[in-house]
């Protein structure tokens, strides 16, 4: 069992629609969350980086927030455009090693 | 736009080949990592590398090998591919634990 995972798998809504996704974790310890937007064809993107200490941060219409306590994690996209079409995929960090543990993605499209 | 670079993009080959993919980056990290993905699936960690000389198997067991002669330059190398080896392999690099860069990818596909 993969210890991050994403919902949902895929996820289709209008251009201008908000939307939000999820990451659950089990990792331990906890060093750190990231979510990465990949293109369809492209490597991955960084968004945002979460210590245990942050609960909310933003990247222009993208708002990541994190419970440490629940281990859970969101993307938050707002006034979605046809460009956010693509997978978003949320990695936490571990140990003192900084070992990551990737999400399979949620796939995002965005329809005029 | 990360400095990250990876040849070929794409690649078809026969069963039993050699093959290498490139991955070069120009900015200065001594950190380098080397990933495969299916389609729609997670990213595993194949290989990666804390500097020159310096190599790691990742989680994922692969019979893929590497080299790191040059900070810059971190090419994988498979002796004879498969089948199973049909995949996209993503290189990426950091500096120390920070965010990691990734390069476009290569998609191989072996027949």
């Known amino acids: 069992k993969n210890q991050v995972e994403q919902s949902p798998q895929s996820l289709i809504i209008l251009e201008g629609k908000n939307c939000t996704l999820q990451c659950n974790y089990t990792v331990s310890p906890f060093s750190n969350l990231r979510w990465y937007k990949q293109d369809t064809g492209r490597g991955p993107v960084s968004l945002t980086i979460?210590?245990?200490?942050?609960n909310t941060k933003s990247n222009g219409r993208y708002t990541a927030t994190l419970d440490a306590d629940t281990k859970q994690s969101s993307l938050h996209i707002t006034a979605s455009q046809l460009s956010d079409s693509a997978s978003y995929i949320c990695v936490v960090s571990a140990g003192n090693n900084n070992d990551m543990r990737f999400g399979a993605g949620t796939r995002l499209t965005v329809k005029p | 736009e990360a400095d990250i670079y990876q040849t070929p993009r794409y690649l078809v080959i026969g069963t039993g080949k050699k093959i290498t993919l490139e991955c070069s980056q120009t900015m200065g990290h001594d950190k380098m990592y080397w990933y495969q993905q299916d389609p729609g699936m997670e990213l595993h960690l194949i290989h990666y590398?804390?500097?020159?000389?310096?190599?790691e198997k990742g989680d994922l067991s692969s019979e893929s090998t590497v080299s790191r002669i040059r900070t810059e330059h971190f090419p994988l190398t498979l002796e004879s591919a498969r089948p199973s080896h049909t995949s996209q392999y993503l290189c990426?690099?950091?500096?120390?634990?920070?965010?990691?860069?990734f390069g476009p990818g290569t998609r191989l596909t072996v027949l």
């Open positions: 990426a690099s950091s500096e120390y634990y920070d965010t990691q860069y």
């Open positions: 590398s804390y500097g020159v000389n310096s190599t």
């Open positions: 979460m210590t245990f200490s942050e």
